[in-house]
T-cell receptor, first 112, second 113 residues
Framework: GENVEQHPSTLSVQEGDSAVIKCTYS??????FPWYKQELGKRPQLIID?????GEKKDQRIAVTLNKTAKHFSLHITETQPEDSAVYFC???????????FGSGTRLSIRP | EAGVVQSPRYKIIEKKQPVAFWCNPI?????LYWYRQNLGQGPELLIR????????DSQLPKDRFSAERLKGVDSTLKIQPAELGDSAVYLC???????????FGPGTRLLVL
């Protein structure tokens, strides 16, 4: 069935360095890929998304890249700050069923 | 603009008891989702509504879970009877249409003892 795999499950980076989180998806019909940030005890919040007609999208320190051929997409956070510490979830939307499948999450910790 | 509202925020019950969760989506959002999120995992879709119609409930354990969205606005999710394994955070989300941004509510944290 449809599946989204996310790596790594935990990531610790020095403040100011970059962080990269990678996801792969199984259904080639997927065409919408959002990323959510969830702080401890809070709701998931959309931070950036990309559609399959675009290869890269940037929003200040956050960027997402999509490789449709390889069926993987990545989140890049540059110049990391303490407030970037959270769990990040990728997701893929399967257009045939209008269903969204989430990855298992990456716990990002920013070391001061 | 008010976000997605959920209540209660926390619920502790004994196993075999019933429990209900309520969700009020963002005004004008026709699509409503119920998710279950276990500790350390991503949200798992339980059911999706388009207006008042449940269009995807394949992941809803129908022997004990039920949901409704009367009048296509508010929704309730019910568990009867609850089991220990139902302990999780139940998230409601809404969007203007499928494949548009989903906005999540704060969730209901359920603990079944």
């Amino acid at each position: 069935g449809e599946n989204v795999e996310q790596h790594p499950s935990t990531l610790s980076v020095q403040e100011g360095d970059s962080a990269v989180i990678k996801c792969t998806y199984s259904d080639s019909a997927s065409n919408y890929f959002p990323w959510y940030k969830q702080e401890l005890g809070k709701r998931p919040q959309l931070i950036i998304d990309i559609r399959s007609n675009v290869g890269e999208k940037k929003d200040q320190r956050i960027a997402v890249t999509l490789n449709k051929t390889a069926k993987h997409f990545s989140l890049h956070i540059t110049e990391t700050q303490p407030e970037d510490s959270a769990v990040y979830f990728c997701a893929a939307s399967y257009s045939s069923a209008s269903k969204i499948i989430f990855g298992s999450g990456t716990r990002l910790s920013i070391r001061p | 603009e008010a976000g997605v509202v959920q209540s209660p925020r926390y619920k502790i019950i004994e196993k075999k008891q019933p429990v209900a969760f309520w969700c009020n989506p963002i005004s004008g959002h026709n699509t409503l989702y119920w998710y279950r999120q276990n500790l350390g995992q991503g949200p798992e879709l339980l059911i999706r509504y388009e207006n008042e119609e449940a269009v995807d409930d394949s992941q809803l354990p129908k022997d004990r879970f039920s949901a409704e969205r009367l009048k296509g606005v508010d929704s309730t999710l019910k568990i009867q009877p609850a089991e220990l394994g139902d302990s999780a955070v139940y998230l409601c989300a809404s969007s203007s249409s499928p494949q548009e941004t989903q906005y999540f509510g704060p969730g209901t944290r359920l603990l079944v003892l």
